[in-house]
């Protein structure tokens, strides 16, 4: 097993689709869905998670590339939750409901958002233009990342408060993903993203 660090990830037709648009599942908007949810670890009382599949056959992947319009909710296989529960990750999840219905159970998951940067030795940008409802202004752009905690004590998964777009997660879970067969996933080392550097896929589809 490689030396742990954190790596950043999407769904694979996520990064082969990106200029185009070309999502798996168009996500049906649904007014009672909070435009903040992105940012909390409270569960999403009362809503479904509704999707319309774009490109029959569904690809058979255990992560999703989905138009979910609100942020990084990520629609994983009851496979790939699995194994993340098994690790010790600790998911909300909600049924998606995928017409017409794909062969395996998926679900819709809130990442655990946590406080884990070390700012002082993080390299960043702010925006100030975004404002969270409680008041923190979120991270643009981290360039470095800088954890107050050794990885290892990281969630398996998760998000990061003040920038939670991002879905990371420790690279020994990318290990026991090969090792299960998890599909579907791109990642990038968290922090080195640019023009030059895209998601690589070390997990065929």
């Not at 909390?40 to 979910?68: M, N, R, W």
């Not at 905690?149 to 990281?154: Q, V, Y």
Request: glycine share 6%.
């Amino acid at each position: 097993m490689s030396n742990n660090n954190v790596l950043q990830f999407i769904a694979d037709s996520d990064h082969r689709d990106a200029y185009e648009g070309d999502a798996d599942l168009r996500f049906i908007p649904n007014p009672d869905l909070a435009s903040n949810a992105i940012n909390t670890d409270d569960a999403i009382e009362g809503v479904e998670f509704k999707f319309q599949v774009q490109h029959p056959p569904l690809v058979d992947a255990d992560i999703l590339s989905v138009e979910l319009g609100h942020g990084n909710m990520p629609v994983i296989s009851q496979k790939m939750t699995k194994v993340i529960e098994d690790l010790g990750g600790k998911l909300l999840k909600y049924p998606a409901l995928i017409d017409p219905a794909p062969p395996q159970q998926y679900y819709v998951v809130q990442l655990p958002v946590i406080d884990a940067i070390d700012w002082e030795n993080s390299e960043y940008n702010t925006d100030d233009l975004h404002v969270f409802r409680n008041g923190e202004k979120l991270i643009a752009h981290i360039r470095k990342y800088a954890f107050d905690k050794p990885i290892g004590e990281l969630p398996p998964v998760f998000r990061l408060r003040g920038n939670p777009y991002p879905m990371l997660m420790r690279s020994d879970v990318r290990d026991v993903f090969r090792q299960q067969g998890v599909r579907g996933v791109a990642f990038m080392n968290a922090g080195s993203f640019s023009k030059t550097n895209q998601f690589y896929t070390d997990i065929p589809v």
